[in-house]
């Protein structure tokens, strides 16, 4: 606590004085919060433990900054971005805590709009015993949220990613029972649809290229379903992949450099052959 006293004391004093700090807006900020959390991801993705540390105190800098100026527009601060976020874990985890414990620390009910009247009770998850029934509980709790989601996709943001778009909307409706009974039964709807992309690709152009990346997208939210059931995050596989290619095709690159010729002037076999030789480095 002592720390984080003294993190939001700089963060005050800087937001006084520093000319950079003072004409910064919620606008402002914006990109870079998103470079930021992107630094974290790749942290996280390369268990680079010392960064790791390093980028959470640059995004906890923004999630500060953010209440910060929050609290100059007199619409909230630090303190209520804390007691939201406490209160609504309090609410969505009925099998650790009873209700009665919400807004104990602050006389406004939260996570509820000022005005609003809570939520129905939360007994009937309160069993809960076991990962997956804690998040299926999860998701029908924000259901029931008043304030709060009013469909279950309602909680995917529009501007995410696609591929963790069609991962977080599988697993939301997954966990209100919209689902394959057993994960190998996905195995046919793929294979539907590489036969559906496969045969609009065949088709004559003059069908139109919107058809052909219908096909395809329908093959990509197949494929990505298919990982969720098996426990595998797409984007991470993805990204491990993109690395992969990157590091075994610069190889291939610095080869042919060093042999004084230029990547596209090597025959395909020969870039091949460099290929199956940066796989076994």
């Given amino acids: 606590m002592e720390a984080f006293g003294r993190f939001l004391d ?11 700090d003072m004409k910064q807006t919620n606008e402002s900020l914006r990109p870079n919060t998103i470079e930021e959390v992107y630094e974290l991801s790749a942290a996280l993705l390369d268990n680079d433990v010392p960064n790791i ?10 999630v500060a900054f953010y209440a910060r100026i929050g609290e100059e527009q ?9 007691n939201r976020l406490t209160d609504k ?3 969505r985890h009925p099998h650790i805590y009873h209700p009665s414990q919400i807004g104990k620390s602050h006389p406004r009910p939260l996570p509820f709009k000022e005005g609003e009247e809570e939520p129905v009770s939360t007994n009937q998850f309160s069993s809960a015993k076991t990962a997956d029934e804690v998040l299926q509980n999860w998701e029908q709790i924000k ?66 290229k919107n058809h052909k990346e219908e096909e395809l997208g329908d093959l990509i939210f197949s494929l990505v379903n298919a990982a969720r059931l098996y426990n595998i995050n797409p984007d991470t596989a993805l990204e491990l992949t993109n690395r ?12 042919v450099l060093a042999s004084g010729r230029q990547v596209s002037d090597v025959s395909l076999a020969e870039l091949d052959a460099l290929w199956n030789e940066a796989k076994k480095q």
């Fill in 53 to 62: 540390c390093k980028e959470l105190g640059d995004v906890l800098l923004h």
């Fill in 143 to 208: 259901l029931r949220e008043k304030g709060g989601n009013k469909r279950v996709l309602d909680g995917v943001p529009a501007q995410l990613p696609s591929l963790i778009k069609a991962y977080r909307m599988t697993e939301k409706a997954a966990n209100v029972g919209f689902d394959w009974e057993r994960p190998s039964d996905v195995w046919a709807k793929v294979k539907e649809e590489i036969s559906e992309f496969e045969s609009a690709l065949c088709e004559d152009n003059n069908s139109g």
């Fill in 89 to 91: 874990l309090i609410f």
């Fill in 244 to 255: 992969k290619f990157r590091q075994r095709f610069q190889y291939v690159e610095e080869k």
């Fill in 10 to 20: 700089v963060l005050d004093e800087l937001r006084q004085k520093c000319p950079w």
């Fill in 74 to 82: 007199e619409a909230f601060d630090m303190a209520d971005v804390c």
